[in-house]
């Protein structure tokens, strides 16, 4: 089976805090991602990869940023966390076959508090 | 990517066919249909896509229609379990990217 695990399944940090959340995948997938999940507001994609080292800035990047030194493995670092981050995070990775998006697998979420 | 509207919830009894509607009005030609669902606490999980075709495979059906503006999922047997947040997605055919955008989703809820 495949598996996205993320390092921590809860976290509570302080304000100003560099925060580092960690997600591996062990299925060689070329995509990753990292959305965040609010109440009433779903999940919203803050940024992707689609090969090592390389990255896209997703709908919401601002306050974060990212880092894919090896295929398998894709950081969000909130340089100075902000308790508006406080919230659910969850990665993912998909495969590339032909050229198209097949399905993406999800880990089960950090849920981080910024107090 | 084409935009979606589902209804905000839906309920369904156990052991009957859930079936969940979405329109996707502007939907163009080299978009594909992607159903995924949330159960409370976990990540979200793949069911299902397709491009024109109706597809089925283990865990449910997709129907879309001809003219590709609306697709149902459905669920043949509805179990408790079953109990989740329902995403429909159209993303573009071709992209290596596959970024997903998901929308509010519908809250289905099987009762006994």
């Known amino acids: 089976d495949v598996k996205v695990t993320q390092s921590s399944r809860y976290l509570v940090k302080r304000t100003g805090e560099k925060v580092f959340l960690e997600c591996v995948q062990d299925?060689?997938?070329?995509?990753m991602f990292w959305y965040r999940q609010d109440p009433g507001l779903g999940l919203r994609l803050i940024y992707f990869s689609y090969d090592v080292k390389m990255k896209e800035k997703g709908d919401i990047p601002e306050g974060y940023s990212v880092s894919r030194e090896k295929k398998e493995r894709f950081s969000l670092i909130l340089e100075s966390a902000s308790t508006n981050q406080t919230s659910m995070y969850l990665c993912?990775?998909?495969?590339?076959?032909?050229?198209?998006?097949?399905?993406?697998?999800f880990g089960q979420g950090t849920r981080l508090t910024v107090v | 990517d084409a935009k979606t509207t589902q209804p905000p919830s839906m309920d369904c009894a156990e052991g009957r066919a859930a079936n969940l509607p979405c329109n996707h009005s502007t939907i163009s030609g080299n978009e594909y249909v992607y159903w995924y669902r949330q159960i409370h606490s976990q990540g979200p999980q793949y069911i299902i896509h397709?491009?024109?075709n109706n597809e089925t495979n283990e865990m449910a059906s997709l129907i879309i229609t001809e003219d590709r503006k609306s697709s149902t999922l459905i669920l043949p047997h509805a179990t408790l379990r079953d109990t989740a947040v329902y995403y429909c997605?159209?993303?573009?055919?071709?992209?290596?990217?596959?970024?997903?955008?998901f929308g509010q989703g519908t809250i289905l809820t099987v009762h006994p």
């Open positions: 299925m060689d997938h070329e995509n």
């Open positions: 997605i159209v993303l573009s055919g071709g992209t290596s990217y596959g970024k997903l955008t």
């Open positions: 397709g491009l024109k």
């Open positions: 993912a990775s998909s495969p590339v076959e032909r050229g198209w998006h097949t399905e993406a697998f």
